[in-house]
């Protein structure tokens, strides 16, 4: 797969100025504590538009919100552009269903232990998906920290004398301290993030176990922010640690309450990965035909989140993953959700 260095510079994707963020921040972004539980449907119908440019929290396949996923790919909502960050089977979905149709790219076309993603690079090569520019996953993460600090760029040596700073989006310059090459990172500012977590209170307030990725960037660098949380608690819990709340509810547009909201993912602590699943998506993704028979089961042929949790297996399923998890990554501080 090439990309020709001339298109990749030309455009910046994702980039807003940094005062024109500021101006939209005070307009759409408050601290008044407002109760922003909504459905998911709601949320994605709302926050999710053709065309807009789209990053997903999580990394890999851990905490990746594909509820949220099969709701956009419900709504047929299209022309997306993708900044993805690591292999993340969310946008690799997308990819497949013929959502996304531009990606910015840090290692995105693989599965992880999985192998290789055939629908993603099967969309690339026929140039239904155009790879706009490619970075490190490190790369990636700076420029939303760009965007959380409202800057317009992130300074880094990363790139320098490799192939990949030609086909990143950065700009050189010399560094007036050591007189030597820097690169630079375009900030990213998302149309729309969606970010899955542990726990949330009404207002947006969010606990995350284990690692949070650059999730925190991510939630300040979004235009409209939709939290999908395993389950939503009272902001009294949330206000005895403040020091657990990763992501402030003044960033966050909307919240619903998605238990298993990342299957056939990982969420630490919670629920173990669904191999049997997801070996049921890779043999469909061999071929186009199996492909759309596997969104007609699970997605088109499911109304809503609680539909594809029956179909695939429902709770005798549900509870073996969380046996799992608990099992080979115990995690002793998790214990006030769903009952225990």
Known sequence: MTVRTEEVSSRLYGWEHPDTMREYRKKHKSFAKKDKRTTL???????????????????????????????????????????????????????AAGNVTKAEVAYGFGDEVRGLSRP??????????KVLSETTNAGFQWRFTA??????????RSSLGTDTLHYSGSKTIIDPFTNEPVELLPACYPDVVIIHVHRADRYGNCQIDG?????IELA???KFVIITAEEIIHDE??????????????VVDAVVEVPYGSHPNQVPGLYSFDET?????????LTDEDVEQYFNTYVYGTKDHYAYLEKIGG????????????????????ARRRGK
């Open 41 to 95: 449907a709601e949320a994605v119908s709302r926050g999710v538009k053709d065309g807009d440019y789209i990053a997903f929290g999580g990394m890999g396949s851990v905490r990746n919100p594909i509820a949220a996923v099969h709701e956009i790919i419900r709504q047929k909502i299209g022309d997306l552009t993708i900044g993805t960050k690591g292999s993340q089977h969310d946008w690799q979905l997308l990819a």
């Open 120 to 129: 993603a690079r099967a969309a690339a090569e026929s140039g239904r998906l």
């Open 147 to 156: 965007a959380m600090k409202g800057l317009s760029f992130y300074p880094t």
């Open 211 to 215: 690692n949070i990725a650059e999730d």
């Open 220 to 222: 300040h660098a979004g």
């Open 237 to 250: 819990v949330i206000q005895q640690d403040p020091a657990l709340t990763k992501i402030p509810y003044f």
């Open 277 to 285: 699943h997801w070996q049921e998506w890779l043999d469909a993704s």
């Open 315 to 334: 709770v005798r399923v549900l509870r073996e993953l969380e046996k799992i998890e608990k099992k080979l990554a115990p995690y002793p501080k998790v």
